[in-house]
């Protein structure tokens, strides 16, 4: 009998324990998915005023960047 008792007692800890766990894990995701989004926000905001700083450059880098990636994937097949 008592010994029903301290496993019950044994269980409710652990399922504390889990509880407290569960809360501070939670906790920390959320605090770090914050901290990424804002970071991606960030580098998003930055690459966009470089583009519009000098936009032709980005297409002209593009252009060349799609040749490269179209002549390397034909010549495969000549």
């Known amino acids: ?17 889990l509880s407290e766990l569960t809360a501070k894990f939670e906790d920390k995701y959320n605090e770090l998915s914050e901290s990424i989004g804002k970071a991606v926000i960030e580098k998003k905001e930055s ?5 519009n700083e ?8 593009a252009l060349v960047g799609g040749v490269l990636v179209g002549y390397l994937l034909g010549r495969g097949k000549g």
């Open 47 to 51: 690459a966009e005023a470089k583009v």
């Open 1 to 17: 009998m008592q010994e029903e008792q301290q496993e019950q007692q044994e269980i409710k800890e652990i399922k504390n324990t």
């Open 54 to 61: 000098n936009p032709l450059a980005y297409v002209a880098g």
